[in-house]
């Protein structure tokens, strides 16, 4: 077995039809010749360039790559934190940006989560979950009850009324996937939530993850290094070049799901991570 | 070892500087009119608090510090909160800020009492301008020193710039303003004081220079030491303030373990 592998680079004609998704009516996440130069003192930086993809409704899509190949600023543009130098982005078909204002409407479907989990500490855990429910207004006996409900998805049932602090890294972590959740949002953006964690705690947050996403049905965006995370979370795999960050290949994965850590030991599991690591190291 | 330092250690210092003061005055033969023995100062402070006008001059003190005090917090939280939401504001007043904090506020005080009279207001008023400073500048300091992550959350959740600063700025600014806070009841007591040293005929800045122009300072150390427990216990009910204001903090709650 081998991986779907395919260069998308640089014509975008190249690309065969069945590596983005073809019906671009179904694409929740549209990208453009999205290009990001950031300004520093001395000289600009062209940390993204030349991307174009189309990310499908209820996708599992796989930002991966070597540090600093531009995954962080692919996925903060796509989550409205920065707009990009030139190219465009549309989520579920609507502009995110309108000149130089976000589009509201556009940022409502969106939820991301972080590195760090950015819990604030003046908060109690289920304030922190249901905070992004407060600010539209939503009244406080409904947000209780829907963060209670999000504690229990997310397998931090209990500490409701705990400070950040009282908790964990993972269950701080997962507090954050839960407030990302709370407005059932359509997609959820993920930069290396689990990096900061240890191997048995990233393990059983994998799983999870896919179980939380096969039952929302939610689009998924997750940045990762980690190739083993990749090839076990992933419907499609983007892998990134550096210098300047551009698309190097989409990998599909095509193990069953829901899958189970054992797979991780199958052949064809290897076989994913194999290519995907000869692929990485020729970039060095 | 922390309890015991604070519970054992410390009111033996205390025993010990009172022991040395005593053999001090007594070996030496020290005029009671240049420093007094401190089981007189004793005596003197029973006595003082056994008249009742001791209590009124206290209570004017006391109203002079808390109400200029209070008046700072407000205004300072409220200018705090303004400077370090406006970027063009702050940049804009900062030369005048400085200028403000380094000239010396007790020599306004000739000024407050041509404005505002003998009486408290004036003390009012310089126990205000005095506590306003470190209260406005930690809060623009808690304001701005939101971290990076923190900001990126209310972005990503498309926040506006209320919601930011009632969820966000102003928590995190919470710490930072109980530690102005802090340095405020200080400089509002000092403010106090040093206005009834200067002028007016109540308080006991007042009671402090009255005893001193009657030759009596032996009394003179007795008010000094009520002013002491006033200010002490002012600093702890803005300590105090801490636990109830910011539960939350590592502060407040890791010294319970
Ligand atoms: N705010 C910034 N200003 C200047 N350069 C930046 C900034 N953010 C990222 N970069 C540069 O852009 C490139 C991509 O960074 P990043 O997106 O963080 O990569 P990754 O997340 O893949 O490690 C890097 O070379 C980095 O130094
Ligand atoms: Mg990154």
């Known amino acids: 077995m081998t991986p779907a592998k395919a260069e998308m680079n640089p014509a975008p004609e ?3 039809a069945d590596l983005s998704v073809s019906a671009a009516k179904d694409a929740m996440i549209r990208l453009t010749g999205v290009e990001q130069r950031y300004k520093t003192k001395d000289h600009d930086v062209l940390a993204l360039t030349d991307v174009n993809l189309n990310i499908g409704k209820g996708e599992f899509l796989v930002l991966l790559g070597p540090s600093g190949c531009g995954k962080t600023t692919l996925l903060r543009i796509i989550a409205g934190l920065l707009q990009s130098t030139s190219g465009t982005v ?3 078909n609507k502009p995110l940006w309108n000149k130089k204002a976000r589009n509201d409407d556009a940022m409502d479907e969106l939820g991301v989560v972080f590195q760090e989990a950015n819990m604030f500490p003046w908060m109690t855990i289920e304030d922190n979950i249901a905070l992004p429910l407060k600010l539209r207004g939503v009244p406080k006996a409904e947000r209780r009850a829907r963060a209670a409900e999000l504690c229990k998805m997310v397998g931090i049932e209990g500490f409701e009324k705990r400070w950040p602090r009282q908790l964990s890294g993972g269950m701080r972590q997962r507090a954050a996937i839960a407030r990302a959740l709370s407005t059932k949002p359509q997609i959820l953006l993920m930069d290396e939530p689990f990096g900061a964690l240890d191997a048995m705690t990233r393990d059983a947050m994998n799983l999870e993850l896919q179980r939380i996403w096969m039952e929302s049905g939610c ?8 190739i083993r995370e990749a090839v076990f979370l992933a419907d499609r795999i983007l892998l990134l070049s550096p210098r300047p960050g551009r698309m190097d290949t989409i990998t ?3 193990i069953e799901r829901p899958r189970d850590t054992y797979v991780q030991s199958t052949q064809g599991f290897q076989d994913y991570e194999l290519s995907l690591r000869q692929r990485l190291d020729s970039f060095a | ?19 040395i003061w005593q053999f001090y005055v007594v070996v030496f033969e020290v005029s009671p009119f240049i420093l007094p023995p401190p089981l007189a100062v004793w005596h003197a402070t029973v006595e003082l608090l056994s008249e009742p006008k001791t209590y009124s001059h206290i209570a004017i003190t006391v109203y002079e510090t808390v109400a200029g005090f209070l008046i700072a917090v407000i205004i300072g939280i409220v200018f705090g909160g303004l400077l370090g939401k406006i970027r063009w504001l702050e940049r804009t007043l900062n030369p005048l800020i400085v200028g403000l904090q380094v000239m010396p506020k007790v020599a306004l005080i000739p000024l407050f009492i041509v404005w505002f009279g003998f009486g408290p207001t004036s003390k009012v008023v310089l126990a205000a301008v005095i506590s306003f400073f470190p209260i406005m ?8 020193s939101v971290e990076t992550g923190h900001r990126d959350v209310m972005l990503a959740l498309n926040a506006s710039r209320w919601q930011t ?15 102005g806070m802090e340095v405020g009841i200080v400089l509002a007591t000092i403010g106090a004081i040093v206005g009834e040293y200067l002028g007016g005929s109540q308080g006991l800045g007042y009671m402090a220079v009255a005893t001193l122009n009657a030759f009596d300072v032996t009394s003179m150390f007795g008010v000094i030491f009520l002013l002491t427990i006033l200010g002490l216990v002012l600093y702890f009910f803005v300590v105090m303030l801490r636990r109830f204001v910011t539960p939350w903090h590592e502060a407040v709650t890791s010294t319970r373990d």
């Open chain 1, 14 to 16: 190249h690309q065969p």
């Open chain 1, 90 to 92: 549309e989520i579920d």
């Open chain 1, 219 to 226: 689009t998924i965006v997750l940045v990762t290094h980690s």
């Open chain 1, 252 to 254: 599909d994965i095509e």
């Open chain 2, 1 to 19: 070892m922390g309890k015991y330092a604070a519970w054992v250690a410390t009111p033996l210092v205390l025993a010990l500087l009172v022991l």
């Open chain 2, 137 to 144: 500048t930690n809060t623009i300091l808690g304001m701005k």
């Open chain 2, 165 to 179: 600063f009632k969820e966000v700025e102003l928590q995190n600014a919470l710490p930072f303003i109980l530690t």
